[in-house]
Protein backbone atom coordinates (compact mmCIF):
# COMPACT_ATOMS: atom_id res chain seq x y z
CA UNK A 1 0.00 0.00 0.00
CA UNK A 2 1.80 2.99 -1.05
CA UNK A 3 1.00 6.43 0.97
CA UNK A 4 1.23 10.10 -0.27
CA UNK A 5 2.54 12.94 1.81
CA UNK A 6 2.29 16.44 0.55
CA UNK A 7 3.48 19.60 2.05
CA UNK A 8 2.79 23.13 0.21
CA UNK A 9 4.22 26.49 1.36
CA UNK A 10 2.10 29.54 0.96
CA UNK A 11 3.69 32.56 0.67
CA UNK A 12 1.70 35.80 2.07
CA UNK A 13 0.28 36.98 -1.54
CA UNK A 14 -0.21 33.09 -2.81
CA UNK A 15 -3.12 30.71 -2.04
CA UNK A 16 -1.14 27.34 -1.29
CA UNK A 17 1.29 26.97 1.70
CA UNK A 18 2.86 24.70 4.51
CA UNK A 19 3.27 24.31 8.47
CA UNK A 20 6.33 24.37 10.70
CA UNK A 21 6.27 23.74 14.73
CA UNK A 22 7.80 23.67 18.05
CA UNK A 23 8.71 22.24 21.25
CA UNK A 24 7.76 21.54 25.60
CA UNK A 25 9.27 20.73 28.72
CA UNK A 26 9.82 20.10 32.47
CA UNK A 27 10.70 21.11 35.49
CA UNK A 28 12.50 18.41 38.13
CA UNK A 29 12.20 20.89 41.37
CA UNK A 30 8.91 22.43 40.44
CA UNK A 31 6.65 22.34 43.55
CA UNK A 32 4.48 19.80 44.72
CA UNK A 33 1.21 21.25 42.60
CA UNK A 34 3.35 21.26 39.45
CA UNK A 35 4.54 17.93 39.81
CA UNK A 36 1.45 16.53 40.57
CA UNK A 37 0.19 18.15 36.94
CA UNK A 38 3.37 16.58 35.62
CA UNK A 39 3.02 12.88 37.02
CA UNK A 40 -0.87 13.45 35.87
CA UNK A 41 0.07 13.75 32.16
CA UNK A 42 2.64 11.69 32.01
CA UNK A 43 0.29 8.86 33.23
CA UNK A 44 -2.11 10.41 30.74
CA UNK A 45 0.24 10.23 27.59
CA UNK A 46 0.83 6.65 28.83
CA UNK A 47 -2.35 5.36 28.55
CA UNK A 48 -2.98 7.13 25.58
CA UNK A 49 0.12 6.03 24.04
CA UNK A 50 -1.41 2.63 24.70
CA UNK A 51 -4.63 3.19 23.29
CA UNK A 52 -2.74 4.58 20.66
CA UNK A 53 -1.35 1.85 19.47
CA UNK A 54 -4.60 -0.67 20.05
CA UNK A 55 -6.61 1.69 17.73
CA UNK A 56 -3.94 2.84 15.04
CA UNK A 57 -3.78 -1.09 14.36
CA UNK A 58 -7.86 -1.50 13.83
CA UNK A 59 -7.29 1.39 11.96
CA UNK A 60 -4.36 0.12 9.90
CA UNK A 61 -6.14 -3.36 9.24
CA UNK A 62 -8.93 -1.44 6.92
CA UNK A 63 -7.88 -0.01 3.56
CA UNK A 64 -7.40 2.98 3.65
CA UNK A 65 -5.10 4.10 0.49
CA UNK A 66 -8.16 6.16 -1.18
CA UNK A 67 -8.63 8.42 1.99
CA UNK A 68 -6.82 11.62 2.12
CA UNK A 69 -6.17 13.70 5.01
CA UNK A 70 -5.54 17.26 4.83
CA UNK A 71 -3.57 18.83 7.63
CA UNK A 72 -3.67 22.79 7.96
CA UNK A 73 -0.97 24.31 10.33
CA UNK A 74 -0.12 27.59 11.35
CA UNK A 75 3.20 28.73 10.38
CA UNK A 76 5.33 26.33 8.39
CA UNK A 77 9.37 25.96 9.59
CA UNK A 78 9.58 26.31 12.97
CA UNK A 79 10.43 23.51 15.35
CA UNK A 80 6.72 23.15 16.89
CA UNK A 81 5.18 22.53 13.97
CA UNK A 82 7.38 20.40 12.19
CA UNK A 83 6.99 18.05 15.49
CA UNK A 84 3.01 18.19 15.20
CA UNK A 85 3.81 17.71 10.82
CA UNK A 86 5.85 14.57 11.90
CA UNK A 87 2.98 13.24 14.11
CA UNK A 88 0.68 13.89 11.31
CA UNK A 89 3.03 11.86 8.85
CA UNK A 90 3.40 9.08 11.00
CA UNK A 91 -0.41 8.14 11.28
CA UNK A 92 -0.85 8.45 7.61
CA UNK A 93 2.36 6.12 7.32
CA UNK A 94 1.04 4.00 9.58
CA UNK A 95 -2.63 3.76 8.95
CA UNK A 96 -2.38 3.76 5.17
CA UNK A 97 -3.79 7.09 4.02
CA UNK A 98 -2.54 10.07 2.24
CA UNK A 99 -2.28 13.10 4.43
CA UNK A 100 -1.38 16.61 3.04
CA UNK A 101 -0.05 19.26 5.26
CA UNK A 102 -0.34 22.57 4.30
CA UNK A 103 0.52 26.15 6.38
CA UNK A 104 1.01 30.03 5.90
CA UNK A 105 4.20 31.50 5.44
CA UNK A 106 3.40 34.35 8.44
CA UNK A 107 1.12 33.56 11.43
CA UNK A 108 -0.37 36.55 10.78
CA UNK A 109 -1.94 35.51 7.42
CA UNK A 110 -5.24 34.78 8.31
CA UNK A 111 -6.59 34.91 5.06
CA UNK A 112 -4.16 32.20 3.64
CA UNK A 113 -5.13 29.86 6.42
CA UNK A 114 -8.95 30.51 4.94
CA UNK A 115 -7.70 29.96 1.63
CA UNK A 116 -6.21 26.68 2.36
CA UNK A 117 -9.39 25.71 4.10
CA UNK A 118 -11.37 26.58 0.94
CA UNK A 119 -8.70 24.39 -0.68
CA UNK A 120 -8.82 21.16 0.94
CA UNK A 121 -12.98 21.60 1.01
CA UNK A 122 -13.09 21.64 -2.80
CA UNK A 123 -10.24 18.78 -2.97
CA UNK A 124 -13.11 16.71 -1.09
CA UNK A 125 -11.11 15.75 1.58
CA UNK A 126 -11.95 13.00 3.75
CA UNK A 127 -11.01 14.69 6.96
CA UNK A 128 -9.42 18.21 7.95
CA UNK A 129 -7.08 18.58 10.43
CA UNK A 130 -6.75 22.31 11.41
CA UNK A 131 -4.73 24.62 14.42
CA UNK A 132 -6.64 27.77 13.70
CA UNK A 133 -4.65 31.18 13.40
CA UNK A 134 -7.42 32.91 14.95
CA UNK A 135 -10.04 31.39 17.09
CA UNK A 136 -12.64 33.88 15.88
CA UNK A 137 -12.43 34.63 12.19
CA UNK A 138 -11.77 30.93 11.42
CA UNK A 139 -14.75 30.17 13.37
CA UNK A 140 -17.59 30.93 10.34
CA UNK A 141 -15.38 28.97 7.53
CA UNK A 142 -15.04 26.16 10.15
CA UNK A 143 -18.29 26.14 10.65
CA UNK A 144 -19.33 25.56 6.73
CA UNK A 145 -16.83 22.96 6.56
CA UNK A 146 -17.92 20.88 9.75
CA UNK A 147 -21.44 21.45 8.36
CA UNK A 148 -20.81 19.79 4.91
CA UNK A 149 -19.77 16.71 6.41
CA UNK A 150 -16.39 16.77 6.14
CA UNK A 151 -15.05 15.45 9.63
CA UNK A 152 -13.12 18.65 11.28
CA UNK A 153 -10.45 17.94 13.93
CA UNK A 154 -9.28 21.30 15.88
CA UNK A 155 -5.41 20.69 17.08
CA UNK A 156 -3.65 22.99 19.62
CA UNK A 157 -6.55 26.04 19.00
CA UNK A 158 -10.03 25.82 19.50
CA UNK A 159 -12.77 28.22 17.68
CA UNK A 160 -15.31 29.83 19.75
CA UNK A 161 -18.02 27.96 18.31
CA UNK A 162 -18.24 23.94 19.26
CA UNK A 163 -19.09 23.52 15.12
CA UNK A 164 -16.37 20.74 14.91
CA UNK A 165 -15.81 17.11 15.37
CA UNK A 166 -12.87 16.89 17.85
CA UNK A 167 -10.31 18.73 19.70
CA UNK A 168 -6.56 17.98 21.17
CA UNK A 169 -5.04 20.20 22.61
CA UNK A 170 -3.20 21.61 26.37
CA UNK A 171 -5.54 22.90 28.74
CA UNK A 172 -4.25 26.29 27.90
CA UNK A 173 -5.48 28.14 30.99
CA UNK A 174 -4.23 25.22 33.13
CA UNK A 175 -0.83 25.43 31.66
CA UNK A 176 -0.88 28.84 32.18
CA UNK A 177 -1.11 28.51 35.67
CA UNK A 178 2.48 26.28 35.64
CA UNK A 179 3.87 29.00 33.92
CA UNK A 180 3.33 31.41 37.03
CA UNK A 181 3.81 28.51 39.29
CA UNK A 182 7.03 28.10 38.02
CA UNK A 183 7.80 32.22 37.45
CA UNK A 184 7.02 32.41 41.64
CA UNK A 185 9.39 29.62 42.56
CA UNK A 186 12.29 30.74 40.39
CA UNK A 187 11.89 34.41 41.67
CA UNK A 188 11.67 33.34 45.17
CA UNK A 189 14.43 30.57 44.96
CA UNK A 190 16.34 33.69 43.38
CA UNK A 191 15.63 35.73 46.92
CA UNK A 192 14.03 38.61 45.82
CA UNK A 193 12.03 39.88 48.92
CA UNK A 194 8.31 40.23 48.84
CA UNK A 195 8.89 43.58 50.07
CA UNK A 196 10.91 44.53 46.81
CA UNK A 197 8.48 45.71 43.73
CA UNK A 198 9.11 43.33 40.43
CA UNK A 199 7.71 43.85 37.44
CA UNK A 200 6.37 41.08 34.80
CA UNK A 201 6.49 41.75 31.33
CA UNK A 202 4.65 39.34 28.45
CA UNK A 203 4.60 39.55 24.68
CA UNK A 204 2.18 37.71 22.42
CA UNK A 205 2.24 36.61 19.12
CA UNK A 206 -1.69 37.30 18.58
CA UNK A 207 -4.71 38.65 20.22
CA UNK A 208 -7.08 36.59 18.27
CA UNK A 209 -5.64 33.44 19.14
CA UNK A 210 -7.74 31.86 22.01
CA UNK A 211 -4.72 29.28 22.83
CA UNK A 212 -2.55 32.23 24.09
CA UNK A 213 -5.08 34.42 25.42
CA UNK A 214 -6.17 31.30 27.55
CA UNK A 215 -2.33 30.84 28.77
CA UNK A 216 -2.17 34.67 29.74
CA UNK A 217 -5.42 33.86 31.48
CA UNK A 218 -4.85 30.85 33.69
CA UNK A 219 -1.02 33.06 34.04
CA UNK A 220 -2.64 36.05 35.74
CA UNK A 221 -5.40 33.68 37.32
CA UNK A 222 -2.57 32.37 39.43
CA UNK A 223 -0.50 35.28 40.07
CA UNK A 224 -3.43 37.39 41.57
CA UNK A 225 -4.18 34.68 43.69
CA UNK A 226 -0.63 34.11 44.99
CA UNK A 227 2.00 36.27 44.28
CA UNK A 228 3.08 39.15 46.87
CA UNK A 229 1.36 42.21 46.08
CA UNK A 230 4.43 44.31 44.78
CA UNK A 231 4.99 41.72 42.06
CA UNK A 232 3.22 43.10 38.88
CA UNK A 233 2.26 41.53 35.97
CA UNK A 234 2.69 44.34 33.65
CA UNK A 235 -0.74 43.53 31.53
CA UNK A 236 -1.69 47.32 30.74
CA UNK A 237 1.69 46.79 28.09
CA UNK A 238 1.56 43.42 26.35
CA UNK A 239 3.24 43.70 23.38
CA UNK A 240 1.60 41.64 20.08
CA UNK A 241 4.39 41.06 18.25
CA UNK A 242 2.22 38.95 15.03
CA UNK A 243 4.68 36.40 15.04
CA UNK A 244 7.89 39.19 14.09
CA UNK A 245 10.51 37.09 15.19
CA UNK A 246 12.44 40.49 14.99
CA UNK A 247 9.62 42.58 16.84
CA UNK A 248 9.88 40.41 19.44
CA UNK A 249 13.59 40.73 20.03
CA UNK A 250 12.56 44.70 20.10
CA UNK A 251 10.20 44.10 22.28
CA UNK A 252 11.98 42.38 24.66
CA UNK A 253 15.16 45.22 24.66
CA UNK A 254 12.10 47.37 25.03
CA UNK A 255 10.88 46.27 28.21
CA UNK A 256 14.40 46.01 29.22
CA UNK A 257 14.59 49.68 28.91
CA UNK A 258 11.46 50.93 30.06
CA UNK A 259 10.81 48.35 33.48
CA UNK A 260 13.93 49.06 35.45
CA UNK A 261 12.30 46.67 38.08
CA UNK A 262 11.90 43.91 35.42
CA UNK A 263 12.53 40.80 36.93
CA UNK A 264 10.57 38.11 34.82
CA UNK A 265 9.28 37.60 31.00
CA UNK A 266 7.07 35.21 30.03
CA UNK A 267 6.35 34.12 26.41
CA UNK A 268 3.09 32.55 26.25
CA UNK A 269 3.95 31.13 22.76
CA UNK A 270 6.79 29.79 20.88
CA UNK A 271 7.55 32.95 18.85
CA UNK A 272 7.41 35.28 21.80
CA UNK A 273 9.37 33.09 23.68
CA UNK A 274 12.24 32.81 21.17
CA UNK A 275 11.96 37.00 21.29
CA UNK A 276 12.43 37.24 24.61
CA UNK A 277 15.61 34.40 24.39
CA UNK A 278 17.29 36.58 21.83
CA UNK A 279 16.99 40.02 23.40
CA UNK A 280 17.84 38.97 26.89
CA UNK A 281 20.96 36.90 25.17
CA UNK A 282 22.13 39.60 23.04
CA UNK A 283 21.54 41.56 26.48
CA UNK A 284 23.47 39.40 28.59
CA UNK A 285 20.49 39.83 31.07
CA UNK A 286 21.53 36.47 33.08
CA UNK A 287 18.98 38.40 36.20
CA UNK A 288 15.74 38.30 34.56
CA UNK A 289 14.07 35.13 34.72
CA UNK A 290 12.08 33.86 31.83
CA UNK A 291 9.57 31.21 31.57
CA UNK A 292 8.16 30.63 27.82
CA UNK A 293 6.29 28.16 25.81
CA UNK A 294 7.24 25.25 23.20
CA UNK A 295 10.95 24.11 22.39
CA UNK A 296 12.65 25.62 19.88
CA UNK A 297 16.89 25.43 19.22
CA UNK A 298 16.89 28.87 20.76
CA UNK A 299 15.66 28.06 24.05
CA UNK A 300 17.46 25.28 24.24
CA UNK A 301 20.85 26.85 23.51
CA UNK A 302 19.60 29.60 26.68
CA UNK A 303 18.75 26.28 28.44
CA UNK A 304 21.81 24.42 28.23
CA UNK A 305 24.40 27.54 28.41
CA UNK A 306 23.64 27.37 32.28
CA UNK A 307 23.62 31.54 32.38
CA UNK A 308 20.13 32.48 32.26
CA UNK A 309 17.26 31.60 34.74
CA UNK A 310 14.76 29.66 32.28
CA UNK A 311 11.72 27.31 31.87
CA UNK A 312 9.51 26.71 29.27
CA UNK A 313 6.10 24.45 28.77
CA UNK A 314 6.47 21.75 26.30
CA UNK A 315 3.10 20.64 24.98
CA UNK A 316 2.91 16.94 23.15
CA UNK A 317 2.35 18.28 19.69
CA UNK A 318 3.67 15.40 17.97
CA UNK A 319 0.57 13.19 19.82
CA UNK A 320 -1.96 16.25 18.44
CA UNK A 321 -0.22 15.37 14.76
CA UNK A 322 -0.54 11.83 14.97
CA UNK A 323 -3.71 11.59 16.70
CA UNK A 324 -5.63 14.53 14.66
CA UNK A 325 -5.15 11.93 11.78
CA UNK A 326 -6.10 8.78 13.22
CA UNK A 327 -9.03 10.89 14.55
CA UNK A 328 -10.09 12.25 11.78
CA UNK A 329 -9.51 9.14 9.56
CA UNK A 330 -11.70 6.93 12.15
CA UNK A 331 -14.55 9.53 11.44
CA UNK A 332 -14.46 9.53 7.60
CA UNK A 333 -15.22 5.92 8.03
CA UNK A 334 -18.38 6.74 10.21
CA UNK A 335 -16.41 5.85 13.67
CA UNK A 336 -17.12 8.40 16.96
CA UNK A 337 -15.71 9.87 19.63
CA UNK A 338 -15.61 9.10 23.08
CA UNK A 339 -14.64 12.53 24.02
CA UNK A 340 -14.75 15.67 22.19
CA UNK A 341 -11.94 17.33 23.61
CA UNK A 342 -8.61 15.71 24.72
CA UNK A 343 -6.33 17.61 27.12
CA UNK A 344 -2.87 16.49 25.64
CA UNK A 345 -1.01 17.96 29.17
CA UNK A 346 2.56 19.49 29.35
CA UNK A 347 5.16 19.37 30.88
CA UNK A 348 8.34 21.65 32.13
CA UNK A 349 12.05 21.16 30.33
CA UNK A 350 14.76 23.26 32.24
CA UNK A 351 18.72 22.49 33.00
CA UNK A 352 17.44 19.64 35.30
CA UNK A 353 15.81 17.45 33.03
CA UNK A 354 16.23 18.50 29.21
CA UNK A 355 18.10 15.18 28.21
CA UNK A 356 15.48 12.81 30.35
CA UNK A 357 14.22 10.40 28.86
CA UNK A 358 10.19 11.69 28.84
CA UNK A 359 11.62 14.92 27.78
CA UNK A 360 13.67 13.96 24.29
CA UNK A 361 10.61 11.76 23.48
CA UNK A 362 8.89 14.77 23.21
CA UNK A 363 11.27 16.93 21.78
CA UNK A 364 12.57 14.91 19.41
CA UNK A 365 10.08 11.69 18.88
CA UNK A 366 11.53 8.93 16.97
CA UNK A 367 15.25 9.94 17.26
Known sequence: MRKRFVTLLLTAAMAASMLAGCGSSAS???????ADTEAASSEKAADTDAE????????????????TIYVIVKVLGNQYWSVLQAGAEKAGEDLGCNVVVVGTALESDIEGQLTLLQNAVSAQADGIVIAPLDSVSLDAPITEAYNSGTPVVLVDTVIKSDNYSAALLTDNVAAGKTAAEEMLRRLKE????????????????????????????GFNEYWEANAPEKWVVLNDDIK????????AVGFCQDFITTYPNLKGV???????????????????????????????????????????????????????????????????GGGT??????????????????????????INPGV
Do not use: C, H, W
Not at 28 to 34: Q, V
Not at 196 to 215: M, Y
Not at 240 to 247: A, T
Open 28 to 34: ESTTAAA
Open 266 to 332: FGPNNGSTVGFVTGLTETNRTDITMVGFDFSAEIETMIRSGNFDVASVVQRQYYMGYDGVKTALELA
Open 52 to 67: DTEAASDTASADNSDK
Open 190 to 217: KGISEDEEAQIAIQVGSTGSQTINDRVK
Open 337 to 362: VEEKTIDTGVILVDSTNVDDEEIQSI
Open 240 to 247: VNDGDISK
